[in-house]
């Protein structure tokens, strides 16, 4: 599982470019507690959009009751 870091450097390599680049995105990412899960990335702009997930463990969440 690629970091933050490893997200930050892939956007400033694909800056810019086109929608193929952008497959690189693909997997997980670790931020911290959460894991940023990208499923699939829009290859083109007539193509099903991205899918996204943001995975936070169970007991992270606090809700009302």
């Known amino acids: 599982m690629r ?3 490893a997200l ?3 956007l400033r390599r694909i800056d810019r470019r086109g929608y193929k680049a952008y497959e690189e ?3 997980f990412f670790r931020l911290g507690d959460i894991i ?3 499923d699939h990335v829009q ?3 007539y193509a099903p959009p991205s ?3 943001v995975i936070v463990e169970r007991s992270r969440l606090v809700f009302p009751p």
Do not use: C, E, F, M
Request: net charge positive; no cysteine.
């Open 3 to 5: 970091d933050v870091s």
């Open 8 to 10: 930050r450097t892939i």
């Open 25 to 27: 995105l693909r997997g």
């Open 36 to 38: 940023l899960a990208i």
């Open 43 to 45: 290859g083109d702009p």
């Open 51 to 53: 899918r996204v997930r």
